[in-house]
């Protein structure tokens, strides 16, 4: 959530800083020179660029563990129950962890 918040806000001020680009009127030759010497155009994309690069790092900071498949898979029992009981809360005792890691890894 906090990825997509990154993306939106760096969006949102960039909307804003376009607010103070120049306007480009075609009957008057002055504010086509005014466009062509300002270069608010630079803060425009770099607040979207910045905010993007910020929320690729989170992204791929936040992602801690591989997938539940990937550790059936490698055969990582160990973690792939500390997993399972992250995941899923086993109130009743029908079936535990280690019964749903060997269900996983007899499907593969």
């Not at 936040?62 to 550790?71: N, Q």
């Not at 898979?73 to 995941?87: A, N, R, S």
Request: hydrophobic letters at 45%.
């Amino acid at each position: 959530m906090l990825i997509n918040a990154g993306i939106v806000i760096g969006s949102f001020v960039s909307g804003f800083v376009a607010l103070t680009l120049p306007v480009e009127d075609k009957n008057d030759l002055e504010s086509y020179e005014a466009l062509k010497i300002d270069e608010n155009w630079r803060l425009v994309y770099g607040f979207s660029a910045i905010s993007e690069v910020v929320s690729l790092i989170f992204l791929l900071c936040s992602i801690k563990h591989i997938s539940l498949l990937d550790l059936v898979k490698t055969d990582q029992k160990e973690e792939g129950i500390k997993l399972i009981k992250k995941i899923y809360k086993f109130s009743d005792e029908t079936c535990t962890a280690e019964e749903w890691m060997e269900h996983l890894k007899s499907q593969i």
